[in-house]
């Protein structure tokens, strides 16, 4: 991680290379997979649970507008949310517009950056995390995107006393109300 952040920071012309080239590399991708026309849906999967994306097509082939994707930004927590708009999700876009939905998030602290991921296209499900700040997610998400939050994996597998855990949940439960989680 040490030199990827040395280099966003003393060389940037070197980061928005490789992240071009990769960015060239998944969308060759996922144009080789969509005209194999063996893509099948992904809505009804865990993380996922919803309608089919954009209808079930007519002629029973399955694109990548009707897939689900999700990714996340944990390697850049650290930097500036002008920073990993420019380093990380100006080269995500273009991945996400090829997708009907999109699930943006994991364990990173999303906190300071609901303003840029709430700009990814298709977005539909924030994910936030324990360490992001829920109240700051509801006022940016509202009701216009489903919010998946999560409580700390640490302090759920290996708990000494499971009340703690009870009350932040209800805590948190209580304040999504009237959203979409």
Not at 3 to 8: A, F, K, T, Y
């Amino acid at each position: 991680m040490e030199p990827m952040l040395n280099d966003l920071a003393f060389h940037p012309e070197l980061v928005h290379r490789a992240m071009a080239k990769l960015t060239e590399g998944v969308l060759r991708a996922l144009r080789a997979a969509e005209d194999s026309g063996l893509l099948t849906t992904n809505h009804h999967e865990p993380m996922f649970c919803s309608d089919p994306v954009n209808g079930v097509p007519a002629d029973g082939k399955v694109r990548l507008r009707n897939l689900w994707t999700a990714a996340n930004s944990q390697e850049f927590e650290l930097v500036s949310p002008n920073m990993q708009d420019e380093f990380l999700l100006s080269y995500q876009r273009p991945i996400f517009q090829q997708f009907g939905a999109v699930q943006y998030g994991c364990c990173e602290n999303l906190t300071h950056k609901t303003d840029i991921v709430l700009r990814i296209p298709n977005l539909r499900v924030f994910v936030c995390s324990a360490w992001t700040d829920l109240d700051r997610v509801i006022e940016a998400c509202g009701t216009g995107y489903t919010i998946m939050w999560r409580q700390s994996a640490a302090a759920v597998v290996f708990p000494d006393d499971l009340a703690p855990i009870r009350r932040h949940l209800e805590e948190g439960l209580r304040r999504l109300q009237g959203y979409h989680y």
